[in-house]
């Protein structure tokens, strides 16, 4: 069973302004070292909070040995729909390296989007992974109420699948095509950060914590970082007063 640090708070502002301070600490503290800061972002509604935050405040500004990244990346060119849509407006001013997933407005398929997305990975992180074994500093997930993590569904084929970048052609939420990291480039995180804010995750949160559940069932059961786990959750998501918050469970 992977070993998680749970984190809980009592709303979902508190929850994003957690994570918020503590990847500026992480981004501050490793790129003043002129080390680069690779970091995975993701989608929903908590996600972009999550981003729009981050990217406004004042010492992630400007940060140039700061990559971005995205676990998953819908394959459309209808930028509202996409997860990277967040970053669209401020590209002029914050220029950090920025990798986005090509869309079919760039190329003819997913399968495309998916070999470039897999290539520019590669190129980015060849160096890190062989001096630490790690391809991201954090890779933070929002987990669905059916325990989906990026485009990682119950149930599907791809669970299976050990290459780095994947394509998702039967999403079962739409747009049905999509581009995905599999678990074996997610868990090559150094940390990975999950997110499960709202009532409708109780039961998942739960299926997660007691770690009994298959991730053929729960696929963020699937989900470990090299050197650490963390689930970030509210009161809506998860009883505080049944476990204690900085237990290892």
Known sequence: MTRIELHAQEAQEDV?????LSLVRMITTRTSALNNFHLALTGGRVGTEITQALIAHPLVLGCKSLH???????FT??????????LSHVDENFKPHVHRVAGPDVVGSVE??????????????????????TLMDVTLLSIGPDGHVASLFPESD?????????SVLDSPKP???RVTWSFETINSSEQVWLVATGAEKRVVVDHLLAGTTPLTQIPAMGIKGTESTKLFVDSAAFDSDSADAEDFI
């Open 175 to 177: 747009p049905a095509q």
């Open 16 to 20: 994003v302004s957690e994570i918020v």
């Open 112 to 133: 495309l989007a998916t070999k470039a997305y897999a290539t520019e990975l590669d190129t980015f992180t060849t160096t890190r992974a062989f001096a630490t074994n």
């Open 158 to 166: 791809l669970l299976n699948h050990k290459e780095a970048v994947l």
């Open 77 to 86: 060119s209808e930028l509202t729909e996409r997860n990277d849509s967040v």
């Open 68 to 74: 971005l990244w995205f676990s998953d990346e819908r």
